[in-house]
């Protein structure tokens, strides 16, 4: 579905994927794992598929009248899923709403039945199985008031199965296991199996017009980095990470209790019990699939209600501590924590939102780290604070940064910290203190053994002796940077060559 399909680029976790696969162990070969982590990550393309094929399928039969109802429904829902991906706003909002949905709430636990059982089984799973999964919003972590539900019939799930949700289910054979023909005992598979989509007239209509949208989105480097940013954004969202650690949850019980390959469903306890890319992006398609059925189900006042509103992004206080707590929860790890934090932290400064990157780092020095990564969330705190002008509270987070990098005895972090305190006491109108501070950075750094920490020192003070309007210190600092220079920094050597001569005409 176009920008959609590109919501989960990026992951906040890029290393716990690493450390959780060589604790797991099971028969499966390495190639069997990376296929069944492959039918999930390509699980959003062949919703994709699907959805094109209904309508070009629409839009190609039918009277005119019915015709333009389809194109228009086709371009609300674009509009919808293009929107809810590079508005953060509307994508808080949407996910909150989601969450809240009393009948999507009850269909949770089959749409999650169904999709696991498809990647244990992919033969599909049958909807007598399925029949008590919604009877109850108990033990989901969805409770509401109005938890106890009478329990589907087989017809009520096929029919949210066709009428709900028919581009992530579909039959895999008419056949039943004892040979008859009775489609309403067929089995249902989902997009996230390795079962081969039934073709349609309008398949080769629907790939070809992906593979186009898919070009057209790439070439878009602005959308592009807007949903990078989302993506990590989403990560610090409390009612996102609520409802990926319920997920989880649920995902562990009810693997626990389908039947079928007993190794496919090890591997997926496992794979599942940590943040681990695969989860999450199989996390992010199940929303992303509610949130479209979510807006589908509204009236049409209230679709153009969303369409047409604006979406300002609001975080406090509130949010970051309990997106803090969350996450450590999640992963197990403040490390972990901490990445997640700081990549919000970096979205919101994309969007040009430095308080809310201020609250997210002020978070990060809450949590249990060693002294070098706590010495640096001060220094990120310090750095934010000195590009809005706050440069007596920038002395305040240098300190204290200062006093962690030395704790953990690092002369090259050390030497930057020294810098930026520089340029704190530079911001007061303390000039005299603020070069004692640039020298003495510049003395660690001509005792520092590798070459590509001592130009990184030079290349930081002539930054910011240039953000001060002090050329002939930045000029020296930039002949120090060219007459050491490592070879890994080579695309850096035309930006220094330009400065130089543009300070030597």
């Known amino acids: 579905m176009g ?5 989960t680029i990026t992951t906040p976790f890029p290393f ?28 959003f393309d062949k919703q994709s598929v699907r959805y094109y094929e209904g309508i070009f399928a629409r839009l190609k039969s039918g009277s005119l009248r019915q015709r333009q109802r389809a194109f228009n429904v086709l371009y609300d829902e674009q509009s919808f899923l293009s929107k809810r991906v590079l508005v953060p706003g509307l994508f808080r909002f949407v996910a909150k709403k989601v969450l809240s949905d009393p009948v999507l709430k ?42 106890e539900k009478t329990a589907y019939t087989r017809r009520h799930i ?30 249902y598979s989902s997009v996230f199996s390795s079962s081969e989509l039934p073709r349609t007239s309008t398949t080769s209509l629907a790939q070809n017009y992906m593979a186009f949208d898919a070009k057209k989105a790439i070439s878009d ?3 592009i980095r807007r949903i990078r940013l989302d993506a990590d954004l989403k990560y610090v969202y409390p009612a996102y990470l609520d409802d990926l650690r319920q997920f989880k949850n649920a995902c562990s019980r009810t693997l626990r209790r389908i039947d079928g390959d007993e190794e496919r469903t090890e591997f997926l306890i496992s794979e599942f019990s940590s943040l681990t890319p695969s989860f999450l992006v199989f996390h992010a398609h199940f929303n992303s699939i509610l949130s479209l059925e979510w807006f589908r189900t509204r009236r049409s006042q209230v679709k153009e209600r969303v369409l047409k509103g604006i979406y300002p992004l609001k975080y406090s206080v509130a949010d970051g501590a309990r997106a803090r707590e969350l996450l450590v929860d999640l992963t197990q790890s403040d490390e972990f924590a901490k990445f997640a934090l700081e990549s919000g932290a970096m979205a919101f400064l994309n969007f040009g939102l430095p308080h809310f990157t201020l609250l997210l780092y002020k978070e990060c020095v809450k949590l249990h780290l060693p002294p070098l990564s706590l010495g640096s969330s001060h220094e990120n705190i310090a750095i934010v604070l000195r590009d809005m002008g ?11 940064a200062l006093r962690c990098l030395r704790e953990a005895g690092d002369p090259y972090r050390i030497s930057v910290a020294l810098k930026n305190l520089g340029e704190a006491e530079w911001g007061l109108g303390f000039t005299k203190k603020a070069c ?32 001060l309007g002090r050329k002939e210190a930045e000029l020296r600092y930039l002949k120090k940077c060219l007459s050491d220079f490592p070879d890994e920094y080579g ?14 005409r």
Not at 18 to 33: A, I, M, N
């Open 436 to 467: 004692d501070y640039f020298d003495e950075a510049e003395s660690i750094g001509d005792k520092l053994l590798e070459i590509t920490q001592r130009f990184r020192v030079y290349w930081n003070l002539a930054v910011a002796n240039r953000r």
């Open 106 to 147: 009850r269909q949770r636990p089959v749409l999650i039945q169904a999709c696991l059982t498809s990647l244990i089984r992919p033969e599909g799973v049958l909807t007598d199985e399925l029949t008590s999964a919604g009877s109850s919003t108990k033990g989901t972590g969805h409770d509401d008031d109005d938890s």
């Open 3 to 7: 920008l959609e399909s590109n919501e």
């Open 491 to 504: 695309d850096r050597i035309l930006e220094l060559e330009n400065r130089f001569d543009e300070l030597t």
């Open 221 to 223: 480097s602005d959308a």
């Open 390 to 400: 706050k440069h007596k509270l920038m002395i305040r987070s240098m300190n204290d």
């Open 16 to 43: 716990f994927w690493e450390k959780h696969s060589l604790e797991t162990r099971h028969l499966l070969t390495e190639s069997d794992k990376d296929q069944i982590r492959k039918e999930i990550i390509s699980g």
């Open 158 to 187: 096929q029919r949210i199965f066709h009428e709900h949700f028919p581009e992530t289910f579909f039959k895999t054979n008419s056949k039943t296991a004892d040979g008859s023909e009775d489609e309403r005992l067929a089995p």
